[in-house]
């Protein structure tokens, strides 16, 4: 098991563009949340997908939006891209438990976008 | 308001020395709180969790509900435990959806 995977690993994008980032959550997880980290700081919810739909959404703008593909598999894509929105991207997979989710969450390795 | 405060940035111990990580938190409602660690060139990966109550790499960390902290503690610093440490809390229904501290990057010399 490969754990959880994110591609591309780097990424330079200019302003005013749109990017993707994409992410293959642990085998066997289904619940797929995604985290911003800006360089000296912890990382930022930004929103949970399960079932292929948006759960939960931490206090990011609505350029920032998502998808969760029926193997679980996900997407993040930011529009209108700012300076201010080089980070590294988390992605982190659990598995629902009931209406929990309940398992421990499993990171990937991120996506270090860059915006000039 | 959800936030984690881990007021220092780094700490650096001897090798064998006892290892203090401060972290306390505000939260509206009963939160579950975590250590995630982070090697170098490593993914962010689980230490501890409160509700496990258990001991990880010869870490513990108690809840205190009274002072809102969780502070994470090793009575004997090992060189391989140098890393960065993020402080985590989040809703007891979901173990995905995390509000993170700055961290603390912990050095242990030799």
């Known amino acids: 098991d490969a754990g959880v995977t994110q591609s591309p690993t780097h990424l330079i994008k200019t302003r005013g563009q749109q990017v993707t980032l994409r992410c293959s959550p642990k085998s066997g997880h289904d619940t797929v949340s995604w985290y911003q980290q800006a360089l000296g700081q912890g990382p930022q919810f930004i929103f949970q997908?399960?079932?292929?739909?948006?759960?939960q959404r931490g206090n990011f703008p609505d350029r920032f939006s998502g998808h969760q593909f029926p193997n679980y598999s996900s997407e993040l894509n930011v529009n209108a891209l700012l300076l201010g929105d080089s980070a590294l991207y988390l992605c982190?997979?659990?598995?629902?438990?009931?209406?929990?989710?309940?398992?421990?969450?499993?990171f990937g390795q991120g996506t270090r976008l860059t915006v000039v | 308001a959800q936030r984690v405060t881990q007021p220092e940035k780094l700490l650096s111990v001897f090798k064998g020395a006892p290892v203090e990580l401060k972290c306390n938190y505000s939260?509206?409602?009963?939160?579950?709180l975590f250590w995630y660690v982070q090697y170098s060139r490593q993914r962010l990966q689980l230490l501890l969790r409160?509700?496990s109550r258990e001991s990880i790499k010869g870490f513990t960390a108690d809840l205190n509900k009274g002072e809102t902290s969780f502070h994470l503690k090793k009575p004997f610093a090992q060189e391989e435990d140098s890393a960065m440490y993020y402080c985590a809390l989040g809703p007891s229904y979901n173990f995905n959806k995390f509000y993170f501290g700055s961290g603390t990057k912990l050095n242990v010399k030799p």
């Open positions: 409160h509700i």
């Open positions: 939260y509206s409602g009963s939160p579950e």
């Open positions: 982190a997979s659990s598995l629902r438990v009931g209406t929990m989710a309940a398992t421990e969450a499993f």
């Open positions: 997908y399960y079932e292929e739909e948006e759960r």
